[in-house]
């Protein structure tokens, strides 16, 4: 069975572009989430989908951010305009609706903003 | 609010046990999670406990959860060059929902 992957794995772009992150999950796996680690800081949530929906975007830091999945599979991340800050690693992750649900993870994609 | 805690650095000779601490402040967390991160490679899960649960082993693993301290700990028997990693202790408080992380501890394990 193919894990959780993401595309591209690295991305550098200048501050003002935009970027597109994707996120396949494991086939079958309705719960879709993204996180993002900036600087060697904790690994902080942003959103999490449930098929096409989001289901709570709390972790979202602003409007330049803005994430879906049409049609409940996979997902994309686009940032615009990016800025210095929002360098780091960005994490996707899957889960399935039986316990004990637990969330499994993509390499990641490591952005960089010069 | 949540916060998971954890120290950033562990030392140790191969063959020795490791022992990786965490804790958490909402006592509502219901779901308890290892995860590991090799140089440039994704979070991978290593185990879980429930919160009805104290002690859950899974072959060189142990993991040990006081709910009342909120303390979480994993335990690495017989540690190996190859468990050289960060750990990542990350707790959920409802099913299927967020996960809060600690800083991740980085494991050095010195032949």
């Known amino acids: 069975e193919a894990g959780v992957t993401q595309f591209p794995s690295h991305s550098v772009i200048e501050k003002g572009q935009t970027v597109t992150l994707r996120c396949d999950p494991i086939?079958?796996?309705?719960?879709l989430y993204w996180y993002r680690r900036v600087m060697g800081k904790e690994i902080k949530f942003l959103l999490h989908?449930?098929?096409?929906?989001?289901?709570?975007e709390s972790g979202m830091p602003n409007n330049r951010f803005l994430a879906e999945r049409t049609g409940g599979t996979y997902s994309t991340l686009k940032v615009q305009p990016a800025e210095l800050e929002d360098s780091g690693v960005y994490f996707c992750a899957s889960s399935q609706g039986t316990l004990p649900r637990a969330q499994y993870f993509g390499p990641g994609t490591r952005l960089t903003v010069l | 609010g949540e916060d998971v805690e954890q120290s950033l650095f562990l030392s140790v000779r191969e063959g020795d046990s490791s022992v990786i601490n965490c804790t958490y402040t909402?006592?509502?967390?219901?779901?308890l999670y290892w995860y590991k991160q090799e140089p440039g490679a994704g979070l991978q899960l290593l185990t879980y406990i429930f919160s009805n649960m104290d002690m859950k082993q899974d072959q060189r693993l142990t993991v040990l959860l006081n709910k009342k301290d909120k303390h979480l700990s994993l335990r690495i028997a017989d540690t190996q060059t190859g468990d050289s990693a960060i750990y990542f202790c990350a707790a959920a408080y409802n099913q299927g929902g967020k996960l809060i992380f600690g800083q991740g501890t980085e494991l050095s394990v010195k032949p």
């Open positions: 086939s079958g796996h309705d719960n």
């Open positions: 989908f449930v098929k096409e929906s989001k289901q709570d």
């Open positions: 909402d006592s509502s967390s219901t779901y």
